[in-house]
């Protein structure tokens, strides 16, 4: 499969994904990753570790943490499921962010992707229902309750639109504000449809060139931008190439065909034709998954960075 | 195929694909069904004639004309491509209404399809986008061009959004308003990708039960609703599942493993799991291809229902 | 102030304030009118009755009840108000229903409006925020809670952009659908800027030609549609004809000047020039007052055709 | 006036405008003010040069070129005046930028205002319908046409949204990719409503802090920035405020009553009560209005950043 991953220029976005590859490969665990699970009433949350250089390569992905809420597929609009996520968020986004963040600090929240199409409307969208103050803190203080840290936000808009990098806008804005830590949630690519809409992905090793549904090419590092980022991202599609891919090899299983890598690569480059890596598979139910998402992201990093706010007055706060 | 396409729900919206899919398998002419194709510059216009019930029961489709206008892939963009596509839509929409329609005859424009999905947006878009006249004829004469018949237009929304059945909808309207002729846009699914924004079909057959991408169950016909149904449509997304079951074939014939269409079934159910026959492959691009075949759709109707008024003054009209 | 009415076509929307534009001039309580007034903690609750037809005249309203619901300025995305509101109009529904309604019955929901102007789209948007139900009826009655009625919803648009009356659209799909009652929500015009996201008026006598922001021509009443008509409204613009009115008329009381009608409407035609009556004024809040009144006004009237079910769960309904 | 405007925290977006104010106080032209005028066929075309400090300070508006476009009201959709204001800017842009911006410079567009908020969307439009090139020159040379210089564009919101000031945002930009030139395009709000959709405005002065629609505190200046900045502007609003007070001095002129300023303040403030300087008059059709100077102003740019160069080639790189 990495072949094909590579040839139509897919990104695994996913630690768990990235995991299971290797795991389908190697069948083994992988040195220098350290995995945890947990299971709550409705929910299911993965923390996977990348603890050294050897690991990062073999997983493709950068040393950090990547914890992985995972819920019923289609369950996300449901009130009580959408509770235990938020608080699930919560958490983890309290873990990863220890003693990089103090009360008081200001967090700069950044929606990555296209708000024109839909399958790329999430990071736009968790911008819109995430609670901004800082503004507050400078020309109206006393609407703002007690304890409530400086929160601003931005939807920079991909490259094809603005004609500007991701990283051109964002470097702009930090050094501008100095924030003390940056959220950047993005729609990403998965492997397997059953993540649509079921998994959400929060790491602390930003944003790495190639990720994501837009695919674009920018970099959203501490390294780059001297601050801790927490990447968040919830998969919206799978290529349609990996799908593919994996009907022809469960076929080859099933028949005991013998699976030809070359050759399935072949084959799919002949369905997709000109349209190649851009095409996308998506539920129908797309946009009510990414509206659902982006409110749960946006209440889960909320109740994070304002402890003990109800989150009935933090939507007060989302404009 | 046939099989994968009663499994999933598939409707086969172009009559093109439907010849192809019964040549397929015959590899031979399908009697009563009469084909013409004419080459133009950039375009392509194929005109099918289904002219009694053995082959409307073999193609699957309604006995009538369905004239099919295909132009290079990604190419409905360009300036000169377009124009002679709304020329070629003009001109068959001439044939298409020729003796049902007479001049100041009030014709109701009908986009199908849900707003908020943008595969699905293509027919509200086109309502957005056609002159509408028959309120100056009541209300404001003076400021219509000499000739100008009465134009409406409804986006009637889909049943899970309005809890109204489209056909509850539209005729109520034809009862109250009594048009002469009902023009009805809808996004199509295909069975190829590379028909995504580069196929037009009308046909003077009205919309059968099933088709579409909403996959709705309304049906709009001239038996139902008494007067002419122009319908017209453009392919927008191609189902997963044909996706999936073209791969495995197309494998088989490249690698000479056998076919097996029970096992290729039982391969796109473990892939697609629960999602089913509700994931749709799109390109990147949707956003603008919808934008760009609504208007060019409007223009081309637009073209036929008001002969000798120039585009730009026909723009004035939709709002 | 009525000859500027007049003059610049205004329709007094809120009974509440033709009553005290005849209190005004009259200084008296108008026969035939009962009014009742009910303060809560933090809304007031006017009930108004016209109860003969020269009381009718007098008001320029039909017969009916209309109970006008005000809450203080900018309070509505207060949460605790929020709810009072929601209650409230909820128990006003039940009155206003009593003896129409059975349980089960079907209820159409209209959004009267125009969507793509902000001030005007508040029928719209209560119709996305509303629970429709009636498509789960007939395709999946598991997906339903016990007891759940029928609804469906649908926003006709405007004459301007469909070329329809909306009495065309409406009547249609009641004849076609037969459902028990019809709730009609529609933007209003008010005489007082205060009144702007303030309050809610709900009358039991459906819509009268000329109402509304749109001005329309349209009439939604059980008279011509043969069921009965739930009519709901916020005030979103004042008219700006209204506005100078006004100034001039609290100017020359405040110098001791004298206000001559005919001048005051030279002078504002000279003001507001071609564009005349089509002026209005709108608070910069405008976009979040429609969204906080239409989920409001939605979940009001949802809390009283689905009695018991509650507000958490009645979302999951709404698309 | 000045002091209902110093009030109500209005500022005089327009140059002609301000003129006009000083004019009718001071009933003489201003020293150091240079005024230009020129009439086409359906356009007018005024340039006021303020050229020292002392003009300036009279003006309250910094020392540089004004010109400002008026056609005839609501004509803005119509072709032939549409193509005669395009050519006026085109040719005002070229006297503006001339011996500041050489072939091949980087040129970056600015979209002020808020998107939700309709009359304040120009600045957003503006970019949405603006030929964006810069990204094809660094990956996809061979898609531009022969000399096509680089531009990018960005919509950086408002300080309610998203918690940051326009400068800061627009300033990182700036320091990141160092452009030559930034084109700023925001609605503006007027003294008199005929300008509402018939007048556009550019200056090479920037953006002053308190100007536009949406009432900021940005500056966006060459001093601040370090690069040349035509600002362009439409108005889309006058203040209620405003119209109130002109209302109250018409009407004393027509009946000889006194004009009291203080009775004439206290008076508005009685009428606009707690939304006050907030309240805007807009007509009915101020989405269209705002549509069609969107794109004509991008037209207008366009056409002098991109010479030689077709209007339809270039809105094949807005998206």
Redo the contacts between chains.
Sequence with gaps: MQNIIDQFNIYVDLAIEAQELIRGTADREVEGVVEDVKELENIKINTITITNQMASQTMGKPVGTYVTIESP??KI?D?YVKEEIIQAMGESMNKLTTGRLQAGDTVLLVGLGNW???ADSLGPKF?QYSP????YHQYAPQALVEGMR?????A??V??????ETF??V???????NPAMLVVVDALAAQN??R?GSTIQMSNTGIQPGAGVGNARHSLTEEDLGIPVIAIGCPTIVS?AI??????R???L??G??Y?EV??M???K??????GG???????????IIENSARIIAMGVATSLFPGISQ??LE?YA?
Tied chains: 1, 2, 3, 4.
Aim: proline share 6%; hydrophobic share 40%.
């Design positions: 597929p289609l609009n009130p024109r199409a839909t911008i901004i103050t800082r503004h400086p929160t601003c936000g931005i920079p808009g490259l094809g639109i603005t004609g500007l051109e806008v470097k702009g804005i930090v050094n501008n504000i449809v059953n649509i349609a799908i593919a891919d994996q009907a022809i469960k076929f080859c099933k028949t065909a013998m030809d050759k399935s072949a084959t799919i002949d369905i997709l034709s000109f349209y851009g095409l996308g598979v998506t539920p129908k139910e797309i946009d009510e009935e007055q007060l404009v």
